[in-house]
């Protein structure tokens, strides 16, 4: 069964700060690859997802991430935070199942300091 | 607003009690998912539905949970003899059958006293 990793449970960051969030999966087989972001009291949206094609995809409000399959990895990315993207993101995998049924990580809390 | 509903949003109930959930999704999606949060953790997978079929259920859901989807519009799912360890979100999603995009609803949190 496949497995996602998020290693950064909380990050604090001030705005305009670069972020990197890390996503593993263990999975050896063709894998779709989502973030999804909850911002607080809301519910769960996608942020952006990968199924081939460019490993760099761009979501909304300046998000993107890399797919590198060598490494099992799809890390997001923004290069300015803002107080805005204060939120808990989550990386999840839909190993080519027949019913699309995602598996997540833990999930990463964001904190942007204004 | 369109997108998918859950109710009621909070439940608090006593050990040992019945609960059931409702989900309504997005009119036109014919899938619709089931997931589990608990704190601290991401959503787990629970079960879905394709239109009224239930075609797939986690391991995790064991015999005192289950769910429906009769007429293939809204869901339910059920906890017979609640127990602490159900303490949790649950979420359900919705989605087009060709599609990957799952649209989450805002979650039912149960509390089991």
């Known amino acids: 069964a496949q497995s996602v990793s998020q290693h950064n449970h909380h990050v604090i960051l001030s705005e305009a700060a670069s972020l990197e969030l890390g996503c593993n999966y263990s999975y050896g087989g063709t894998v779709n690859l989502f973030w999804y972001v909850q911002y607080p009291g809301q519910h769960l949206q996608l942020l952006l997802k990968y199924f081939s094609g460019d490993p760099l995809v761009k979501g909304i409000k300046g998000f993107e991430a890399e797919f590198i399959k060598s490494k099992f990895s799809f890390n997001l990315r923004k290069p300015s935070v803002q107080w805005s993207d204060t939120a808990e993101y989550f990386c999840?995998?839909?190993?080519?199942?027949?019913?699309?049924?995602?598996?997540f990580g833990g999930g990463t809390r964001l904190m942007v300091k204004p | 607003d369109t997108g998918v509903s859950q109710n009621p949003r909070h439940k608090i109930t006593k050990r040992g009690q019945n609960v059931t959930f409702r989900c309504d999704p997005i009119?036109?999606?014919?899938?619709l998912y089931w997931y589990r949060q608990t704190l601290g953790q991401g959503p787990e997978f629970l079960t879905y539905?394709?239109?009224?079929?239930?075609?797939?259920k986690s391991r995790l859901l064991s015999d005192r949970f289950s769910a429906e989807r009769p007429k293939g519009s809204f869901s339910t799912l059920e906890i017979q003899r609640t127990e602490q360890g159900d303490s949790a979100m649950y979420l359900c999603a919705s989605s087009l059958e060709n599609s990957d995009e799952q649209y989450f609803g805002p979650g039912t949190r149960l509390t089991v006293t």
């Open positions: 999840a995998v839909n190993a080519g199942n027949a019913g699309n049924m995602l598996t």
């Open positions: 539905f394709q239109n009224e079929a239930q075609l797939e």
């Open positions: 009119s036109e999606h014919n899938r």
